[in-house]
């Protein structure tokens, strides 16, 4: 059964920086491309970084520069450092796997990942 559990997340000033770590198990972790979503309220989940098995990242151009995807691949863990936060930054922020064929290829249509976590807050105060 695979599982992901995010945390990290929290409340923090405008400027201001967090770490989120998602804990994966249930799956061969270094052979899946996996990625960062995010939700605010009224809005649809949306990608905000990606990674692939082979260590190719994706960013959205809303946080290129100030957001970093990460994986340590013997931890079985997935990274988003987040610096220079911005209040259009607070959402809920999930983990997730890809599914289905060539796992381990980059892909940033949310249909392509089927694993994700319970997610983490981060509110980024003005």
């Known amino acids: 059964q695979v599982q992901l559990v995010e945390s990290g997340g929290g409340l923090v000033q405008t400027g201001g920086s967090l770490r989120l770590s998602c804990a994966a198990s249930?799956?061969?972790?270094?052979?899946?491309?996996m990625g960062w979503f995010r939700q605010a309220p009224g809005k649809e989940r949306e990608l905000v970084a990606a990674?692939?098995?082979?260590?190719?990242?994706y960013y959205a151009d809303s946080v290129k520069g100030r957001f970093a995807i990460s994986r340590d691949n013997a931890k079985n863990t997935l990274y988003l450092q987040m610096n220079s936060l911005k209040p259009e930054d607070t959402a809920v922020y999930y983990c997730?796997?890809?599914?289905?064929?060539?796992?381990?290829?980059?892909?940033?249509?949310?249909?392509?990942?089927?694993?994700w976590g319970q997610g983490t807050q981060v509110t980024v105060s003005a």
């Open positions: 997730a796997a890809r599914r289905g064929g060539y796992t381990g290829l980059l892909r940033t249509n949310l249909d392509e990942y089927g694993y």
């Open positions: 249930g799956l061969t972790f270094g052979s899946y491309a």
């Open positions: 990674i692939s098995s082979g260590g190719s990242t």
